[in-house]
């Protein structure tokens, strides 16, 4: 599955996914955000099971401030539209794949 350009717009519609939505918070101009977004698009191809969604929190700061996004990248899951997962900062594939099953 490809990741989704999450905005305003379309939050709504991923937020009540029936599946668990990993959401990666970052910036264009952030280097350990793109650190961790090829690995972010890795487990999206690898993953049918989840939906990955992508802010960028330059464009979409009513997002960031509804999560708490204080530091860049912040890596979020979402199951039934909840928040049960939040971690800020680089991680490695079997950190972030650990927050998704945790």
């Known amino acids: 599955m490809s990741v989704v350009k999450v905005t305003k717009v ?46 960028n929190v330059d464009d979409e700061p009513e997002l960031a401030s509804l999560f708490g996004v204080f530091s860049i990248p912040t890596l979020a899951v979402l199951k039934n539209g909840e928040v049960v997962n939040k971690s800020a900062g680089a991680r490695p594939k079997a950190g972030i794949l650990e927050l998704i099953d945790g």
């Open 10 to 55: 379309n939050f709504e519609e991923i937020k009540n996914s029936t599946k668990p939505v990993l959401l990666d918070f970052y910036a264009d101009w952030c280097g350990p955000c793109r650190m961790v977004s090829p690995i972010v698009d890795e487990i999206a191809q690898e993953r049918n099971d989840i939906v990955v969604g992508k802010i």
